[in-house]
């Protein structure tokens, strides 16, 4: 399957709450088909971050830029449908439906007219998505929680998104199951889709991914290749409990 990955990036973004700005002129590049973890501790403005992608938050300051190109304007559904996909942390999906029409419901959503019949595109996120195939007209509801995860993927990707942006992914998780979600996170990405997300396993969020961004305050306090992240004193000392 390929999909047409596009970057993501941000440039001096300023955004908050009732005039009171919780990210302080925020900047990050994620490169079309990289994956970019943002990590930081409970309240330095992670979710802020990713509404503020999503176009939940409006900035006051500062850009978003699509493949280049200015979205800042753009609603919600507007960024969804230019190829924004997004992925929340909870209620991702319709326990009461099946798996299929979960799957069927992802690219109903959209309004962008997709050029692959729906029967191609399901195979295509299925070749992703191994462990769901057999479990097609199960209610989606009875599935376990990491299965319920790759739904809840597998049917954002069901409309072809150039981008995925993933709250928390592995919350909730098991440490195998969030290792596994982990490994199709790179599949994901090398089937040609940019990947932009929040986690609060640094090691294992920041392991997988080309890229990172450490918030503390609303504020950079790192960014670059995650690899550099991971092995920066100040990165294992605040968060990889050791030197
Ligand atoms: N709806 C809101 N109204 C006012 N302030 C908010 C709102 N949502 C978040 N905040 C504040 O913004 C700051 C950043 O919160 P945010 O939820 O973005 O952090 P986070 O990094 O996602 O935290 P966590 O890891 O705990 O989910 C916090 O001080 C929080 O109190």
Redesign the pocket.
Do not use: A
């Given at each position: 399957m390929s999909f047409t990955a596009k970057s993501l990036a941000a440039d001096g973004l300023v955004a908050g709450?009732?005039g009171q700005p919780?990210l302080h002129e925020v900047s990050f590049t994620a490169n079309a088909g990289e994956i970019l973890t943002v990590v930081?501790p409970?309240?330095?403005?992670?979710?802020?971050l990713i509404k503020t992608v999503l176009g939940l938050l409006r900035p006051t300051q500062g850009r978003i830029l699509l493949d280049g190109k200015d979205i800042t304007p753009l609603s919600p559904s507007q960024r969804a449908n230019a190829g924004i996909g997004y992925v929340p942390q909870e209620a991702n999906v319709f326990p009461n439906m099946t798996v299929l029409e979960n799957l069927r419901l992802g690219l109903d959503f959209i309004q962008r007219k997709s050029v692959t019949p729906f029967d191609k595109r399901l195979d295509e996120v299925l070749e992703l998505f191994p462990e769901i195939r057999s479990r097609l007209s199960a209610r989606a509801g009875l599935l376990s929680g990491g299965q319920r995860q790759m739904v809840a993927m597998a049917s954002a990707l069901m409309a072809e998104p150039s981008v995925l942006a993933l709250d928390e992914p592995s919350a909730g998780l098991s440490p195998r199951n969030a290792e596994l979600l982990f490994e199709i996170i790179s599949r994901i990405a090398r089937s040609g889709v940019t990947l932009f997300l929040i986690e609060?396993n640094t090691r294992l969020g920041l392991g997988a991914s080309d890229s990172g961004l450490v918030?503390v305050s609303g504020e950079v306090k790192l960014s670059g290749k995650a690899s550099e992240i991971l092995a920066a004193p100040e990165i294992r000392r605040l968060y990889l409990g050791g030197a």
């Open positions: 709450y009732g919780v930081g409970n309240g330095s403005g992670k979710s802020t609060q918030l």
